[in-house]
């Protein structure tokens, strides 16, 4: 069993804190705002008053923070006192840039920093379920697999790009933030025209558009099988049946864009060509 640092307790820091108490390790946790340890110090963890203190004789430092600012501060707090060789691996949600520049930056300093965001919600994080990303020293992933595999349904390894991890999981997230402003207006329209939440639903049940399909036709050439310019047409009739623009998410914007791919000289093309990045 090892010592493990746990820095960070939003829900998703306090569920692994948890599920490495329950699988026999020592856990020791910091939040700056230290409260929310109780649930974890409740199951025997072992509130740190600082991020030194939090790793000093730990055998691993796991972060959970918010951002690239968080994590750099928490780091410069206890980078001092981490033993050597001491791996932090950092599952906060960060920019690609920011991530390559940090491994640089402490590689210089002797620390080990992986990158290894996550695809889960707080029970994903309790249970050991969900997906861990991470890419970065192939030699220091293959030595830390059977651990991380320890806390989550699956590890994807995605190389050795330091930053590959994090723009994997950005392109994650942008999927679900788009299709939940779609959905939102998807919902507009059919509420607009009498039909309830439920109802509007219901055809998603057999008719389901999936991301890998719609990715592959963007980057497709050869024969439209649904027409830019009767895709525009059928867009101006979801936002007038919504009740005009306002408070709409995604499809006014959508709108722009094909215009500009009409006027470009593309209307008999397939219309996923106006998403074409």
């Not at 390790?25 to 025997?44: D, E, F, I, L």
């Not at 994590?71 to 691996?89: K, T």
């Not at 408070?247 to 006014?252: A, F, I, S, W």
């Not at 008999?268 to 998403?275: G, K, S, T, V």
């Given at each position: 069993?090892?010592?493990?640092?746990?820095?960070?307790?939003?829900?998703?820091g306090?569920?692994?804190?948890?599920?490495?108490?329950?699988?026999?390790?020592?856990?020791?946790?910091?939040?700056r705002?230290?409260?929310?340890?109780?649930?974890?110090?409740?199951?025997?963890?072992?509130?740190?008053?600082?991020?030194?203190?939090?790793?000093?004789?730990?055998?691993?430092?796991?972060?959970?923070?918010?951002?690239?600012?968080?994590?750099?501060?928490?780091?410069?707090?206890?980078?001092?006192?981490?033993?050597?060789?001491?791996?932090?691996?950092?599952?906060?949600?960060?920019?690609?840039?920011k991530?390559?520049?940090?491994?640089?930056?402490?590689?210089?300093?002797?620390?080990?920093?992986?990158?290894?965001?996550?695809?889960?919600?707080?029970?994903?994080?309790?249970?050991?379920?969900?997906?861990?990303?991470?890419?970065?020293?192939?030699?220091?992933?293959?030595?830390?697999?059977?651990?991380?595999?320890?806390?989550?349904?699956?590890?994807?390894?995605?190389?050795?790009?330091?930053?590959?991890?994090?723009?994997?999981?950005?392109?994650?997230n942008?999927?679900?933030?788009?299709?939940?402003?779609?959905?939102?207006?998807?919902?507009?329209?059919?509420?607009a025209?009498?039909?309830?939440?439920?109802?509007?639903?219901?055809?998603?049940?057999?008719?389901?558009?999936?991301?890998?399909?719609?990715?592959?036709?963007?980057?497709?050439?050869?024969?439209?099988?649904?027409?830019?310019?009767?895709?525009?047409k059928?867009?101006?009739?979801?936002?007038?049946?919504?009740?005009?623009?306002?408070?709409?998410?995604?499809?006014?914007?959508?709108?722009?864009?094909?215009?500009?791919?009409?006027?470009?000289?593309?209307?008999?093309?397939?219309?996923?060509?106006?998403?074409?990045?």
């Amino acid at each position: 069993m090892a010592t493990v640092a746990v820095i960070g307790m939003g829900l998703l820091g306090v569920g692994f804190a948890q599920h490495l108490i329950e699988a026999g390790h020592t856990v020791r946790v910091w939040n700056r705002t230290a409260s929310k340890c109780g649930p974890v110090a409740a199951m025997g963890g072992v509130v740190a008053e600082t991020p030194a203190d939090c790793v000093a004789g730990a055998d691993r430092v796991h972060l959970v923070l918010s951002e690239d600012a968080a994590v750099d501060l928490v780091i410069d707090a206890f980078a001092d006192g981490l033993g050597d060789g001491v791996p932090v691996i950092d599952h906060s949600t960060n920019a690609p840039a920011k991530v390559g520049a940090r491994v640089e930056r402490l590689a210089a300093r002797g620390i080990t920093y992986l990158h290894a965001p996550v695809f889960m919600a707080p029970v994903n994080s309790r249970s050991a379920t969900g997906i861990m990303l991470i890419s970065g020293d192939p030699a220091r992933i293959e030595a830390l697999k059977p651990a991380l595999s320890e806390m989550t349904g699956q590890v994807r390894d995605l190389g050795a790009d330091p930053t590959r991890a994090a723009t994997v999981k950005l392109t994650g997230n942008a999927m679900l933030v788009v299709v939940t402003a779609g959905m939102g207006d998807v919902l507009r329209i059919g509420t607009a025209n009498g039909m309830s939440a439920a109802e509007c639903l219901e055809l998603f049940e057999t008719f389901a558009p999936t991301p890998g399909p719609a990715g592959k036709r963007i980057l497709k050439d050869g024969p439209p099988s649904f027409e830019l310019t009767m895709a525009r047409k059928d867009v101006r009739l979801m936002i007038e049946a919504a009740g005009g623009p306002d408070g709409m998410l995604t499809l006014p914007g959508i709108a722009a864009r094909m215009d500009e791919a009409l006027a470009a000289g593309h209307g008999d093309e397939d219309f996923a060509r106006f998403a074409r990045p």
